[in-house]
Nanobody
Framework: QLQLVESGGGSVQPGESLRLSCTASGSGFGLYAVGWFRQAPGKEREFVARINWNGGSTYYADSVKGRFTISRDNAKNTVWLQMNSLKDEDTAVYYC????????????WGQGTQVTVSS
């Protein structure tokens, strides 16, 4: 079982950057793919990015491709989401989630961290 904790959210202006962290406790973090999701007020949760168990494969939503970078260090039980060139529409609560590599369903979720982009 994993527990996930996100951190690094905050309030920034358009064009600025933030780096979110997702730190796991529990065993077997290296056996999980990890994804970032976000939910804006009044909208459904949407996929942002994911990374496979060893960091060798990543995938991004079109809306963040070229601006966001997902990475991980299994020795630190941490996944990061580097967010550059932030836009107003990136404002949301960001969640990380983990799924066993043999499944497609995300099993564990963090509590979320707020990102606000506003001038």
């Amino acid at each position: 079982q994993l527990q996930l904790v996100e951190s690094g959210g905050g309030s920034v202006q358009p064009g600025e950057s933030l780096r979110l962290s997702c730190t796991a406790s529990g065993s077997g973090f290296g056996l999980y793919a990890v994804g970032w999701f976000r939910q804006a007020p009044g909208k459904e949760r949407e996929f942002v990015a994911r990374i496979n168990w060893n960091g060798g494969s990543t995938y991004y939503a079109d809306s963040v491709k070229g601006r966001f970078t997902i990475s991980r260090d299994n020795a630190k039980n941490t996944v990061w989401l580097q967010m550059n060139s932030l836009k107003d529409e990136d404002t949301a609560v960001y969640y990380c989630a983990a799924r066993p590599v043999v499944t497609t369903a995300y099993r564990y979720w963090g509590q979320g961290t707020q990102v606000t982009v506003s001038s």
